[in-house]
């Protein structure tokens, strides 16, 4: 299973190097135009989304829309402070003090 | 100003992410124990692949038994992000030669290139100075990695910790700071729907292409509809 995983490792090492280096590489030869700049804006925004919502809303896999899950409240009082102070260490800390707190005073 | 003044500059930089990284680096640690993986293995993740929402994806996605070429799939799209930062990079970096592209791009993660874009568009653009932000920031990623492994056989479970917690609210906090227009705020619920409906009718973690794939489709139709 370990060799495995090492040979999964690799494939998403070169996958990852290969997102980082084909358009500063291409850039040398190749006009990107106006329009796929546009677009391409979006790209970042959808995928952050798309990771964030599932992680508060299922974090055990299943949908979970009620009071009692705490990662919905901590993500909703982060997103705020993020929006507030735009600090990132101290956000991602007041975030798990916060789950921290509610965990261990309020039982969730 | 001389190379190592610059690379200095860059290093010191990385200082107000790092108490983030670490916690983010520990978490993954605690949790690559858990999934099984050996020291070795997660400090070589951490060594060749150095991206931390995609290794939190494939580790997430072993402990739901998900298939390999899903895993290599998901991460591929998550990353996609790097398409857009190293394009923008690479208006400075295509100056410098193939070897230091090479080197700087295997470096290159958000925060990296969080922390350099805005240096160059208000100094003069330096590789030493980018070199001095990626090494710093990929020397603390791997020092608590091997950390954050050491410290599971230990902690046990990084919940207790409130550290399953790093990886959402690390990525709000990238997120916020990119949605500025209410076109921006459509695709996020737009996304956001997308997600829930993924996450109900989908098989494992489909969801991800399906909703980021819909959801920048959405951006492009806001786009180039309110443009006329």
Redesign the interface.
Known sequence: ??T???G??????A???F???????M??KTK?SE?WN?????????????????????PN?A?ELSVQNE?LI??IV??LI??KT?N??G???I???I??LL?VLLGF | MNKADKFLEGLKATA?????IA??AIAYGLLARKA???LF?LT??SL????G??QF??ISM?L?GTP?LL??LT?????????????S???Y??KWG?KW??LL??L?CD?SYALTIAYFTKNDPNKYYQLGVSLGLYIEWAIFTVVGGFMGSFLGDPQT???????????????????TTWK?IT??LA??V???IG??FLPTKW??PF??????I???VL??WKRK
């Not at chain 2, 991460?75 to 394009?87: D, E, G, K, P």
């Open positions: 299973m370990e495995e995983i090492i999964l490792i690799v494939g998403i090492a996958l990852t190097f997102t980082r280096f084909a358009f500063a590489v850039l040398k990107i329009n546009r677009w391409i804006v979006y790209i970042p925004i959808a995928v952050f989304t798309t990771i964030i919502v599932p992680s508060l809303l299922a896999g949908l990662y901590a993500g982060t997103l993020a929006y735009k990132l260490a956000t991602v800390i975030g798990i003090l789950i921290i965990r | 107000p992410l790092s108490l983030g916690s983010f099984g993986l050996s293995t070589l993740m060749l692949v150095f991206a929402a995609a994806l494939t072993l739901s390999f895993i290599l991460t591929f799209i998550v990353n996609s992000r790097y398409f857009l930062m190293s394009t990079l690479g208006l970096t295509r193939t592209q090479i791009s295997f290159l925060e910790w409130g550290l399953d917690f790093a990886l959402p609210a690390t990525f709000i906090v990238i997120l916020v700071p990119m949605v921006h695709v996020c996304t956001t997308f997600s829930i996450l109900i969801y991800i909703a980021a794939l819909l959801g920048t959405v951006g492009g786009e180039f």
